[in-house]
């Protein structure tokens, strides 16, 4: 039973490395070549914010991005700016369908009044093809906000998650929930954001995104999982995620050709909206703090170590582990037959 045996021993290496299975496919970089990968997006703020976008060459004279083995991405903090303040809203140049998405920050924008920064993937035709925000949050908020905005017939349920869950409906005209809220879950570290993020020296936000589920987790700097370091992620080891959006959702469906984005814009449909709930209603209107204190915003950038993209992951080896063990079960009756057929039972 030689054969039976060595089969055996085989598929019980393979199985624990199905969760592993995951290979490096885009190594965004920390020099200039980064920019390369994105598009710089000039129009209008879609979520009206008192922003102006600008493209890469003024963002580069102004001093507003730059790569010097790190990417920085930031805003005018030296102007005023009565016609909104000057950012970068970048996209990029390809699209992805599932993956392990893994961004390493030393810095993000801090929690500045009128400040309204994020990392999210965006589909064409939203929200048909579905958006998915990673790291979000306004004014002096302290704890990540994760959300998902879909088109109808996607909810979430309340488990398998360590933050609060704070709505359930991704349809962004979900009745009995705010215009365009999604499902959101927050965040329970007051390190996963903001200032607090930023004192502990940063961290590492991994989104993996599979058929069956969109799941984010958050490292601080001193909890960064060996694997992600070695370039050999396993989120199977990496214990209960942050958020984890799944239920009564056809991911598949909803979430299709999403480009990576970072921007950093200010007051709009979220921060300005909420501006007088929050301490910084003192400062008078959030256009005018904006507007008129450049200073304020010196904290609004992010800082890059790395951005990497990984594909495959627990579905593609699970398959190849199935099809391994059906080939093992034809191996084992042949192997059976034979021997029936040679006379030994």
């Keep these: 039973m030689h054969v039976l045996s060595t089969l055996t021993q085989a598929l019980s290496l393979w199985a624990p490395l199905a969760a592993a299975a995951y290979t490096l496919q885009d190594d965004y970089g920390t020099d200039s070549a980064f920019f390369d990968k994105f598009s710089f997006f000039t129009g209008a703020d879609p979520t009206h914010g008192f922003v102006k976008y600008v493209d890469r060459s003024a963002a580069q004279n102004a001093g507003l991005i730059n790569a010097d083995g790190s990417i920085y991405m930031g805003v005018d903090y030296k102007n005023a700016a009565p016609d909104g303040r000057q950012s970068v809203r970048i996209s990029s140049n390809k699209v992805y369908n599932h993956g392990l998405f893994i961004l ?48 109808d017939s996607c909810t979430i349920n309340n488990a398998g998650f360590s933050g609060s869950l704070l709505t359930s409906n991704c349809y962004v005209n979900a009745p009995g929930q705010a215009n365009n809220a999604g499902c959101g879950i927050k965040d329970n570290s007051a390190q ?25 987790w958050f490292f601080p700097r001193s909890s960064i999982p060996g694997d992600i370091g070695s370039g050999h992620p396993n989120p199977s080891g990496w214990g209960t995620p942050s958020a984890r959006f799944a239920g009564a959702c056809n991911i598949d469906s909803h979430f299709k050709d999403l480009q990576i984005i970072f921007d950093t814009t200010f007051c709009g449909d979220w921060a300005g909206n909420v501006w007088g709930s929050s301490s910084c209603a003192a400062k008078g209107s959030c256009n005018n703090w904006v507007a008129n204190n450049p200073a304020a915003f010196k904290d609004a950038f992010w800082r890059i170590n790395s951005l990497k993209v990984y594909q495959g992951g627990a579905a593609s080896v699970a398959s190849n582990v199935t099809e391994w063990r059906m080939d093992a079960s034809i191996g084992r009756r042949s192997f059976i037959r034979q021997r029936r057929e040679n006379g030994r039972n």
């Design 104 to 151: 390493d920050l030393a810095h993000l924008p801090g929690s500045i009044c009128g400040a309204w920064p994020a990392y999210w993937l965006l589909g064409p035709n939203w929200p048909n093809n579905g958006e998915i925000d990673v790291i979000e949050g306004v004014n002096d908020q302290t704890n990540n906000q994760y959300a998902l905005h879909t088109s």
């Design 192 to 216: 996963s954001y903001g200032n607090g993020f930023n004192s502990a020296g940063g961290g590492v936000y991994a989104t993996e995104w599979t058929s069956e589920a969109i799941s984010v």
